[in-house]
């Protein structure tokens, strides 16, 4: 009889797991356990030399999304934007960071 419980709990967390593993693969779930409504800052650029699009894969909620933007926007002649559904960045460069910036893939 306690075989049988043990293996009932074993089978109904096999179950949950594979229910929120299927979740997150779609994109339903929170990916990071953020949640937080921070928003990035909008920065505007003069002298816009470049326009960047970067795919980026991973990004799942607005959370995600938010933190990519705010890291983009701290840099210096750099403006990011970025576009959940097609999990793609915009950075636009100004002339005095288009020597210094480097992107890392």
């Not at 967390?13 to 997150?24: D, Q």
């Not at 909620?61 to 002649?77: A, F, I, P, S, T």
């Amino acid at each position: 009889m306690e075989n049988i419980i043990i293996i009932g709990i074993l089978i109904a967390a096999i179950i949950i797991g594979v229910i929120y593993t299927v979740k997150h693969f779609k994109g339903e779930s929170s990916c990071c356990g953020g949640g937080s409504s921070v928003k990035a800052k909008k920065k505007k650029l003069k002298n816009v030399i470049a326009r960047k699009t970067i795919t980026i894969e991973g990004m799942t909620c607005d959370h995600c999304k938010n933190r990519v933007e705010r890291v983009l926007n701290q840099m210096d002649g750099v403006a990011g934007k970025v576009n959940l559904s097609k999990k793609q960045a915009i950075c636009l460069c100004a002339a005095c960071a288009a020597k210094s910036v480097t992107y890392v893939m």
